[in-house]
T-cell receptor, first 114, second 113 residues
Framework: KAGVTQTPRYLIKTRGQQVTLSCSPISGHRSVSWYQQTPGQGLQFLFEYFSETQRNKGNFPGRFSGRQFSNSRSEMNVSTLELGDSALYLC?????????????FGPGTRLTVT | GENVEQHPSTLSVQEGDSAVIKCTYSDSASNYFPWYKQELGKRPQLIIDIRSNVGEKKDQRIAVTLNKTAKHFSLHITETQPEDSAVYFCAANSGGSNYKLTFGKGTLLTVNP
């Protein structure tokens, strides 16, 4: 099976702009989680989607949002970008995402905000 | 919410030695504990996981132990090799109806040839 894919792999944006990142899960996986990875904070949970429903959300401002489509592909959006949003954004997919199943990560999207 | 503490933050060993990384968690309802290995510039890779109904799990040179009473779990790597050099992350799921993993801050393991 193909692994988790993310597009684009690299992005450079300016403060105040918005950005949309995409994640395609492993075939058959219905849960997609998003994480922000930075050197200082490590891996921080953003949100998780299952069957097009957000089931859980981390402690991030409302500028961070996401959605999931009927084919399980997911997007996350960050509006009004700030310098501190520069990070590696990782998505992970799992079969059901009930916290009891393995999560497999994509390669990430490296976002740089200038 | 869940809090996961990971120690040490850096670990340097000689090739062939063993390495141990320890994590503690706060949510007593957590019941799934995976470990990820992330090489420089690569995605985190699941290397082993353990569920709360077992105390130890082994896979070749790696093993994980879980002490639910003390709320800590550890990763053990034996006969380390230079290719084991990477950042290792522990994680714990949030119990109850939450569907998320909380990660430790990571341990940079360097295996010196």
């Amino acid at each position: 099976k193909a692994g988790v894919t993310q597009t684009p792999r690299y992005l450079i944006k300016t403060r105040g702009q918005q950005v949309t990142l995409s994640c395609s899960p492993i075939s058959g996986h219905r849960s997609v989680s998003w994480y922000q990875q930075t050197p200082g904070q490590g891996l921080q949970f953003l949100f998780e989607y299952f069957s097009e429903t957000q089931r859980n959300k981390g402690n991030f401002p409302g500028r961070f949002s996401g959605r999931q489509f009927s084919n399980s592909r997911s997007e996350m959006n960050v509006s009004t970008l700030e310098l501190g949003d520069s990070a590696l954004y990782l998505c992970a997919s799992s079969l059901t995402g009930r916290g009891l199943y393995e999560q497999y990560f994509g390669p990430g999207t490296r976002l740089t905000v200038t | 919410g869940e809090n996961v503490e990971q120690h040490p933050s850096t670990l340097s060993v000689q090739e062939g030695d063993s390495a141990v990384i320890k994590c503690t968690y706060s949510d007593s309802a957590s019941n799934y504990f995976p470990w990820y290995k992330q090489e420089l510039g690569k995605r985190p890779q699941l290397i082993i996981d353990i569920r709360s109904n077992v105390g130890e799990k082994k896979d070749q040179r790696i093993a994980v132990t879980l002490n639910k009473t003390a709320k800590h779990f550890s990763l053990h790597i034996t006969e380390t090799q230079p290719e084991d050099s990477a950042v290792y992350f522990c994680a714990a799921n949030s119990g109850g109806s939450n569907y998320k993993l909380t990660f430790g801050k990571g341990t940079l393991l360097t295996v010196n040839p």
